[in-house]
């Protein structure tokens, strides 16, 4: 029987690298000027996948996400994972926000990832495993090509590459 090799397409970020942005953004928030006396917080809950961001007025919240948004990025945490909810009215005249964090490949995102990879005419088999996809092939270099391919592609959500053996 022949080797075959594969590698899975996932859409997660890492939780700790969330974490660490949002304890950069907390340090930040309590430094700055602009933000004293507004009762400024970011809430963070890894279980839900769900961050809220609680604050005065629109501008505040707006400059929140910036921050937020600067130390997502530093940390390589990719801003097509955040989903920022509508803004809604919180008690004391404060403004909350929920960011949820897309995670895992939904049905539609993991039917295009697979069309993109039939459409390229290699060697390749491309399968929907849950929220994931796994491409199977026989030779290293057609893997390599399709991971090459598909970093190439601008999705509107973030991909990343694992177990490839």
Known sequence: MAQQFSFDVVSEVDPQEVDNAINQARKEVEQRYDFKGSNTKIDWNPKEHTIVLHTSDDMKLRALQEILN?????????????????????????????????????GEQAKTVTKLVKELKMKVQAQIQGDAVRIVGKSKDDLQEAIATLRAQTFEFPIQFTNYR
């Open 70 to 106: 600067g130390k997502m990025i530093k940390r390589s945490v990719s801003l097509k994972a955040l989903d920022y909810q509508k803004a809604e009215e919180a008690t004391g005249m404060s403004l909350r926000q929920t960011i949820k964090i897309k995670h895992g490949l939904e």
